[in-house]
């Protein structure tokens, strides 16, 4: 079954301590994998995309890579505005549906 | 442009009435989904289309119609609603596969 889990649940950080979230997934045939961010009351907003095992996208503090089994979010010297619910998602089915991991809840504290 | 819009942004309803939820967007994009958001469950798909004229069902379209007359238009109608309906509410577009997907700002909508 195909299938796209993120961990942790929630992630508690100071402000300055970097972290990582995964993204693990259960596809045939990766076409892509998404991250996106969402900030409480509004629509996801897309981050990165990946296509293949060993591609690396960086954007301000946070850099995205991408093996055969999983995917990780790294987040290097957080700040508070770095805050929000962290989504990663796969198609599937010949890339006509997407499938979404729970997501991972961060709190950057001052 | 505006991107993924959706109106109405809150809705609250009884038991049994029916709405539509509207979505438009203004990339010239050919997919077009609609996903439900529940604490706990994430972002389920209930409905989607990949073209104007083709939809098909998502994870969970018990309850929803669709339909795409136009490349800009999905609306989402509930049909009676159940407070099992209650939820918030993304539409999002994307150019095709396998290309990112933009989403909307959501509607909030309680069935009382």
């Known amino acids: 079954e195909d299938q796209v889990t993120q961990s942790p649940e929630a992630l508690r950080l100071q402000e300055g301590e970097s972290s990582s979230l995964n993204c693990s997934y259960t596809?045939?045939?990766?076409?892509?994998l998404f991250w996106y961010r969402q900030d409480p009351g509004k629509g996801p907003e897309f981050l990165f995309t990946?296509?293949?095992a060993g591609e690396e996208k960086e954007k301000e503090r946070l850099k995205a890579t991408l093996t055969k089994k999983e995917s990780f979010l790294h987040i290097t010297a957080p700040k508070p505005e770095d805050s929000a619910t962290y989504l990663c998602?796969?198609?599937?089915?010949?890339?006509?549906?997407?499938?979404f991991g729970q997501g991972t809840r961060l709190t950057i504290n001052p | 442009n505006a991107g993924v819009t959706q109106t109405p942004k809150f809705q609250v309803l009884k038991t049994g009435q029916s709405m539509t939820l509207q979505c438009a967007q203004d990339?010239?994009?050919?997919?077009m989904s609609w996903y439900r958001q529940d604490p706990g469950m994430g972002l389920r798909l209930i409905h989607y289309?990949?073209?104007?004229?083709?939809?098909d069902q998502g994870e969970v379209p018990n309850g929803y119609n669709v339909s795409r007359s136009t490349t800009e238009d999905f609306p989402l109608r509930l049909l009676s609603a159940a407070p099992s309906q209650t939820s918030v509410y993304f539409c999002?577009?994307?150019?095709?596969?396998?290309?990112?997907?933009?989403f909307g700002p959501g509607t909030r909508l309680t069935v009382t």
């Open positions: 999002a577009s994307r150019r095709g596969q396998p290309y990112e997907q933009y």
């Open positions: 596809v045939s045939g990766l076409r892509g």
């Open positions: 990946l296509y293949s």
């Open positions: 998602c796969v198609p599937i089915q010949g890339a006509q549906k997407l499938v």
């Open positions: 990339m010239n994009h050919e997919y």
């Open positions: 289309s990949v073209g104007a004229g083709i939809t």
